[in-house]
């Protein structure tokens, strides 16, 4: 059975910071005027009895400080942290739940630290019983260094690198899957780990697309190391004269995520990847070369390796 794939939803969000990097790499160009910017999520003032949603901040490749900073409280005040990778499905921070606000603790600023992996955070604040002062503040702090965009570019290398020898996606991605035909048993899907299935389509010799039905047609195993498509008791796959040129194509999102966290060591393999081509910029190495790093790199990624296929 031939099949092939191509990634349609690029990786927006690489599973290491340029902070992380910085800090691995030990540069240090970094000034307090130039690269700490504070932004309003909820400017200062007398916020009445609501639900009050701050303004989004992107914090992609930043570490961030957030800020409540209360005033006069009469009432109470219950403020969170919210992430988000697009602006506009949201989802609570985990750990970044403020104190309450009462009078009791007013007059006060309470600061939190962003450490999750999205790329837009915002403050999310509950008034009640009477109006308070507050207002919630977003520091970010970014290095200054001109080698940021070659730094960019090398995180993402080092990840393909990574990517290609574990057959891992190591980062959300979505995938279009092409099969010439279906197999007699389980579809297996490449570059785990599988987060969902979004269609399982064919298309008969007329190219006409039809598209099947999660749970009746078809189920979705997201739990083995290998993600994979099986039938339900008592279903077969379906009988049609195939297409000629890619009659079936399953379109699929993978990757880790921030609740299936990348495992530490393929991330060690790629701060040393990273720290492999910064160091050396050319094709050609000049002098003694050493096989440590190789070494070092292929043990980290060979206990990940997937065999799927």
Not at 167 to 194: C, H, K, M, N, V
């Amino acid at each position: 059975m031939d099949m092939e794939y191509k990634i349609t939803t690029a990786v927006t969000t690489e599973p290491l910071s340029l902070a992380e990097v910085k800090l691995h790499l030990r540069i240090t160009s970094e000034t307090m005027s130039g690269d700490t910017v504070t932004y309003q999520s909820i400017v200062p003032g007398s916020h009445g009895i609501a639900t009050h949603t701050g303004t989004a901040v992107d914090v992609l490749g930043k570490t961030a400080l957030v800020n409540l900073n209360a005033g006069l409280c009469t009432g109470s005040v219950a403020a969170k942290i919210q992430e988000s990778d697009d602006n506009t499905n949201w989802s609570d921070f985990a750990g970044g739940g403020f104190t309450t606000v009462t009078a009791a603790n007013d007059n006060a600023v309470q600061e939190i630290e962003y450490t999750g992996v999205k790329r837009y955070i915002r403050v999310l604040a509950v008034v009640t019983s009477v109006a308070s002062e507050f207002s919630a503040d977003v520091i970010t702090k970014t290095g200054s260094s001109a080698e940021d965009n070659l730094l960019t570019m090398l995180i993402s290398a080092a990840r393909e690198y990574c990517e290609n020898v574990t057959g891992r996606a190591l980062a959300t991605q979505t995938i279009e899957y092409y099969l010439d035909s279906f197999p007699s048993g389980d579809i297996e899907l490449p570059r785990p780990p599988l987060q969902s299935v979004t269609s399982v389509i064919y298309k008969d010799s007329a190219a006409t697309p039809t598209t099947m039905t999660l749970t009746t047609q078809y189920l979705v195993d997201s739990d083995r190391t290998v993600g994979r498509i099986v039938l339900p008791y008592g279903v077969t796959w379906p009988s049609f004269t195939a297409y000629s040129v890619n009659p079936i194509t399953i379109k699929y999102v993978c990757g880790y995520y921030a609740s299936n966290p990348i495992p530490k060591a393929i991330k060690q393999a790629m701060l040393l990847l990273i720290g492999h081509f910064y160091e050396n910029r050319e094709a050609v190495l000049v002098g003694v070369v050493s096989k440590t790093i190789e070494f070092a790199v292929q043990a980290l990624l060979s206990q990940y390796r997937v065999r799927w296929f």
